[in-house]
């Protein structure tokens, strides 16, 4: 069991900057792909950015360039750097852990973009 605490939502205006944090709860962090997820309000969750277990990176087409995803295997946490923030970047953002069959969810952190 993996057990995943997301941190650093908030208000921010557009063009503002945020970070989000995951801190995982497993010992063996470093085999676990890691990802971001965003729900916007009425929407399905779908994928923002994604790290392999080997620091490959990839990102869904708006986020490019904006958005940069990394990780710290030694403090079991991954990382979303959100910047030039637009409006429809608002949703509850999750964390992912996923390997093979198994997957884990964090319990969501809500980032809100307004002026």
């Known amino acids: 069991q993996v057990q995943l605490v997301e941190s650093g939502g908030g208000l921010v205006q557009p063009g503002g900057s945020l970070r989000l944090s995951c801190a995982a709860s497993?010992?063996?962090?470093?085999?676990?792909?890691m990802g971001w997820y965003r729900q916007a309000p009425g929407k399905q969750r779908d994928l923002v950015a994604r790290?392999?277990?080997?620091?490959?990176?990839n990102y869904t087409e708006s986020v490019k360039g904006r958005f940069t995803i990394s990780r710290d295997n030694a403090k079991k946490t991954v990382y979303l750097q959100m910047n030039s923030l637009k409006l429809e970047d608002t949703g509850v953002y999750y964390c992912?852990?996923?390997?093979?069959?198994?997957?884990?969810w964090g319990q969501g952190t809500l980032v809100t973009v307004s002026s």
């Open positions: 992912n852990a996923e390997r093979g069959r198994l997957e884990y």
């Open positions: 497993s010992s063996i962090f470093s085999i676990y792909a």
């Open positions: 790290i392999s277990r080997s620091g490959s990176t």
